[in-house]
């Protein structure tokens, strides 16, 4: 597991690049839409967008970077964001009563956020970075449009939710976020919230 999430940290660095690693890595700092559009096209959610949908999302995004130890978002927080780490390590821990749990941590080329961007619930853990990060959040306001219009893509969303990333133990996660419900709830939630297909 060590050695797939530093394979990971070099691939989105653009030091794996058999051909242009040297020239992806420098473009990957220099060049905003090439380091996201990396990033994207990789994500499970939005493989079934086209690539001029990919790079019109990374013109709302918002770039942050963050010290170990600064907090991404705390428990409890309502939020309508996804996340989707750039470069760095993100950890997750709950508080149940007067115990702090540790639910697991992501890197590179990993998301989270997508359960407050389709319900609003609030999230249920709190995001801290264990390293420096960079970590690019993208507003419910961008998504909105192409969920509407995208059945595949808001299926995905829908598994994703569901499903979540083993190394986060996001069914911990989808456990704490109460009123998601059974499964075809989420998927009127979304219409709901999105204002798309039947009620």
């Given at each position: 597991?060590?050695?797939?999430?530093?394979?990971?940290?070099?691939?989105?660095?653009?030091?794996?690049?058999?051909n242009?690693?040297?020239?992806?890595?420098?473009?990957?700092?220099?060049?905003?839409?090439?380091a996201?559009?990396?990033?994207?096209?990789?994500?499970?959610l939005?493989?079934?967008?086209a690539?001029?949908?990919?790079?019109?999302l990374?013109?709302?995004?918002?770039?942050?970077?963050?010290?170990?130890?600064?907090?991404?978002?705390?428990?409890?927080?309502?939020?309508?964001?996804?996340?989707?780490?750039?470069s760095?390590?993100?950890?997750?821990?709950?508080?149940a009563?007067?115990?702090?749990?540790?639910?697991?941590?992501i890197?590179a080329?990993?998301?989270?956020g997508?359960?407050?961007?389709?319900?609003?619930?609030?999230h249920?853990a709190?995001?801290?970075?264990?390293?420096?990060?960079?970590?690019?959040?993208?507003?419910?306001?961008?998504?909105?449009?192409?969920?509407s219009?995208n059945?595949?893509?808001?299926?995905?969303?829908?598994?994703?939710?569901?499903?979540?990333?083993?190394?986060?133990?996001?069914e911990?996660?989808?456990?704490?976020t109460?009123?998601?419900g059974v499964?075809?709830?989420?998927?009127?939630?979304?219409?709901?919230?999105?204002h798309?297909?039947?009620?």
């Open positions: 597991m060590l050695l797939r999430g530093a394979r990971r940290q070099l691939h989105y660095a653009g030091f794996l690049d058999r242009r690693g040297r020239e992806i890595a420098s473009l990957v700092v220099k060049d905003h839409r090439l996201t559009r990396r990033l994207f096209r990789d994500l499970a939005f493989e079934y967008l690539e001029r949908q990919i790079d019109e990374a013109d709302p995004l918002e770039a942050r970077h963050l010290e170990p130890g600064d907090v991404l978002f705390s428990q409890g927080e309502s939020d309508t964001s996804l996340y989707v780490v750039g760095g390590i993100v950890e997750f821990t709950r508080q009563g007067a115990n702090f749990e540790t639910l697991g941590c890197g080329g990993e998301y989270v997508e359960i407050g961007l389709l319900t609003g619930a609030p249920a709190t995001a801290v970075a264990r390293t420096y990060c960079k970590i690019y959040q993208l507003p419910r306001e961008a998504i909105a449009p192409l969920l219009g059945a595949d893509l808001t299926s995905a969303f829908d598994k994703a939710v569901r499903r979540g990333l083993d190394i986060l133990h996001r911990v996660a989808v456990r704490a109460s009123g998601v499964k075809g709830q989420l998927l009127l939630r979304m219409r709901r919230v999105f798309f297909g039947p009620e």
